[in-house]
């Protein structure tokens, strides 16, 4: 598994799932920071030539540093919720394909907290590359349960206890007022088509993000941020209560 970007390659040092890392030469700037951590963390470091680096990432926009990392553990469901700090809040993703806005989804997660996310297995945009840059190292830390059938891991999210939540442009409620201090799973769909019927079904209620201007809906990746920042919202004010 290959991971490419001066962030991401530093956040999976830290995380201690790096095999080995490759630099071009000559070294610049933050690359650097990369090197000497590896170094000192006894991770063997390559040095390679810029065009090696370019074929390796496919083209990606590589700053000059990528990784070859250990495949990270996959969490069943079960274990996902298991494993919360506290209340559990997940993210569901059916059928997310755009590495792009599951990089930033997985930032997002990270950056409040979330206990994990579940993701499809097929159909699905890949945790290494572009996801991994996009998600700046986030992809490091976050706990994730791959899942062959996103409808059945709804239902057994709800037999955990766990209230589920979709994202739809046409639920009937305001995503403000779900009460997310609840255990709770953000259930987001693919770009464009949003939830397929068979998940929209399985979930406990439908919510929806007010629109008032011209376009019908936001980027998926903005649309998570937007609820997960209320949910975190929310047991902020439940704990201060």
């Known amino acids: ?57 496919r ?6 540093v990528a990784a070859d990392i250990h495949q990270a553990r996959d969490f069943s469901v079960p274990e996902l919720i298991a494993a919360a700090s506290g209340t559990p809040l997940v993210v569901v993703l059916d059928g997310i394909e755009d590495p792009h806005n599951l990089g930033a989804i997985l930032r997002t997660v990270d950056a409040v907290g979330a206990d994990g996310v579940v993701r499809q297995t097929r159909h699905a945009a ?34 955990a206890g766990v209230w589920t939540i979709g994202l739809d442009a046409e ?29 929209r079904e399985s979930c406990d209620r439908l919510a929806s993000i007010p629109m008032r201007g011209h376009v019908a809906s936001l980027n998926v990746s903005v649309a998570a941020a937007v609820v997960l920042y209320e949910a975190l919202r929310q047991r902020a004010a439940a704990g201060r209560r």
């Open 1 to 57: 598994m290959l991971m490419y970007g001066i962030n991401p390659v530093l956040e999976a040092l830290r995380a201690g799932r790096v095999r080995v890392v490759r630099v071009a030469t000559p070294v610049r700037d933050r690359v650097r920071e990369v090197r000497d951590l590896a170094a000192s963390l006894g991770v063997p470091v390559e040095a390679v030539s810029p065009i090696d680096l370019d074929r390796a990432t």
């Open 59 to 64: 083209g990606g926009v590589h700053q000059g």
């Open 126 to 159: 890949r945790l290494d590359g572009a996801a991994a840059k996009a998600s700046a190292g986030a992809v490091a830390h976050v706990k994730v349960a791959s899942v062959v059938n996103i409808a059945r891991a709804v239902g057994e999210l709800k037999d």
């Open 171 to 199: 639920g009937p409620e305001s995503y403000d007022q779900i009460d997310f201090t609840m255990p709770s799973a953000l259930v987001l769909g693919a770009e464009g088509q949003g939830l397929r019927r068979l998940v």
